[in-house]
């Protein structure tokens, strides 16, 4: 007997007992037990966790956490879940972020709605892949059925299609590779019509470009880099007062690119920009598109909440009329993520992104007309996700949700009228939606100079954080640095958002009253 043989029918006992102890951690019909006490435990940690939290944040930094985490040895296992939470407190719990806290002020991450959480729950253990019907059944068809009703609310068409995605940079690149593929398409069939040689799509590649405001999200040119035409494809079009997009320059630029024979593949608009929450002219964008023939993409990663407003639908007007939309109910549905989807108005255009391997979604069962999902998506292997959103319409409904965002943006309203009172503080622009932008200035008559103010919110930003008493975030308008409030928590009040401002102020102040008579005589004496 050779001796990988005997190996095979003889496995030593340490194979045994290790084989033993991981299968009493699978999860099946032996173990649902154990899975319920598991994850019971789990829940009552978090829940207990969230309900003593007072702040959002511990002011834990790099270095202080960092040790604890690299102290672990990973290849000396607990075995006791208990143990293993109780760790887990220690090195995650108790510092992490806490969006749910009202004075959680940052980035676009909002708190989750129980719905969300249920699902989220019963999606992870049984462990859907949404990539075939043979691995999802049901979830295929409950994604489908979202999609349809997210196109709807939309308004995009019977022949409207989509895919959930993993969030905003992957659905704009998405859909920037259809409109990409459908330029490419369109050029090949112009030249074919005029009796030239259709050229390959190495010599198309380089005409074409990407229109979007200087205000758009990041996600945009990086598509572009991605998808071989590099970041110089995308030409940004400047913004007005109130951040959004100028359709006279964007005008000016789609007959520029007519005349020098460059190939407009997709105008990107925004309906709610990252930094301002901006939303830009829709229905104007729309007609240019339309008169040049060329794509036009909506990113509503951020203001798609509104296609459940019982109040401000009206903001998006001019939405329906795009080729595709990515949305994010992972910002304004209130979702934990990922949940975000990338929708289009012609079905047909999904194809650029199918590939029909044999072993998983074969030729054959399109002709079947089978429900894979992979057909579409960019992805193979994809959770699914569409069930926390299905839950939360089937328990809250689409309206409830709609009035937690309109909550914000009437918060983000009023934010705005008490920065615009205040003299401490000057604020960019009346927000469309729930960010407010705005810097704290000195007081009338102090000779600091812009620099030092620029450090001076700097400061307040990272001292905030480091109190742990508010978490905000920061920007750049017009080469300066300011603070930023994003709202996307119902449970924030006015009195959160002025009791924030005076801790602000109060930490700009002490830094400017501890350096500007340093610099102003450093000054003097040059």
């Given amino acids: 007997m050779s001796f990988l043989a005997q190996t095979a029918e003889d496995p030593s006992p340490e194979s045994i007992s290790g084989a033993a102890d991981g299968r009493a951690h699978l999860f099946n019909d032996r173990t649902a037990e154990s899975y319920r006490r598991s994850v019971t435990d789990g829940v009552g940690l978090v829940a207990s966790t969230v309900a003593r939290t007072d702040r959002p944040f511990t002011g834990v930094t ?7 985490i690299s102290g672990i040895d990973l290849e000396q296992p607990l075995g006791d879940p208990g143990a293993a939470l ?11 972020v806490y969006f749910h806290h009202p004075r959680y002020l940052a980035h676009l991450n909002c708190p989750v709605v129980i719905p969300a959480l249920l699902g989220e729950a019963v999606l ?10 043979d691995q999802s059944a049901g979830g295929t068809l409950i994604e489908r059925r979202l999609i349809d009703w997210t196109a709807e609310r939309i308004g995009l068409g019977e022949a409207a299609d989509g895919i959930f995605t993993s969030g905003g940079s992957q659905s704009n690149l998405h859909a920037l590779l259809l409109a990409r593929d459908e330029a490419c398409k369109l050029v090949e069939k112009e030249a074919a019509a005029s009796g030239e040689p259709v050229p390959p799509k190495s010599e198309i590649l380089p005409r074409l470009r990407i229109l979007t405001s200087q205000a758009s999200h990041f996600s945009v040119k990086k598509s572009a880099a991605i998808l071989g035409l590099g970041y110089e494809a995308v030409i940004s079009i400047p913004c007005d007062q109130d951040r959004r997009m100028r359709t006279v320059a964007l005008a000016r630029e789609l007959d520029r690119c007519d005349q020098e024979n460059q190939v407009v593949m997709a105008v990107v608009a925004t309906a709610g920009t990252t930094d301002f929450g901006s939303i830009d002219p829709l229905p104007e964008i729309a007609e240019l598109c339309a008169r040049h023939g060329s794509w036009m993409h909506v990113d509503a990663a951020y203001g798609c909440g509104l296609l459940a407003s019982p109040t401000r639908r009206r903001l998006l007007d001019g939405i329906e009329r795009a080729d595709s939309v990515t949305v994010d109910y992972h910002k304004s549905f209130f979702q934990p993520v990922s949940s975000s989807a990338v929708l289009v108005r012609d079905r047909v255009t999904l194809s650029h992104a199918t590939y029909h391997a044999d072993y998983l979604n074969p030729e054959r069962s399109a002709e079947k007309l089978i429900p894979n999902q992979v057909d579409k998506s960019i992805q193979t292997t994809r ?7 299905w839950l939360t319409l089937r328990i809250m409904g689409a309206d409830a949700v709609g009035a937690l965002f309109d909550e914000v943006v009437d918060r983000a309203a009023e934010g705005w ?9 000057e604020v960019v622009t009346e927000p469309q939606l729930s960010t407010l932008v705005f810097r704290y200035v000195p007081p009338t008559g102090d000779d600091s100079d812009p620099d030092l103010v620029d450090r001076a919110n ?17 920007t750049v308008v017009d080469g300066r640095h300011y603070l930023k409030f994003t709202l996307l928590n119902p449970e924030t009040s006015l009195s959160d958002i002025a009791f924030v401002l005076d801790l602000l102020a109060e930490h700009a102040g002490q830094y400017l009253a501890l350096h500007i008579e340093p610099e102003l005589s450093h000054s003097r004496a040059s």
């Fill in 86 to 96: 109780k760790e887990l407190e220690r090195v995650y719990l108790k510092d992490a």
């Fill in 124 to 133: 992870s253990a049984v462990n859907s892949s949404l990539d075939t019907w």
């Fill in 383 to 389: 959770r699914f996700d569409a069930l926390k959103l």
């Fill in 458 to 474: 700097l400061h307040a930003r990272e001292a905030l954080a480091a109190s742990g008493e508010a978490v905000v975030a920061g």
């Fill in 417 to 425: 009228h008490l920065l615009d009172t205040d003299s401490r503080f």
């Fill in 62 to 68: 790099p270095g202080e956490l960092a040790p604890q």
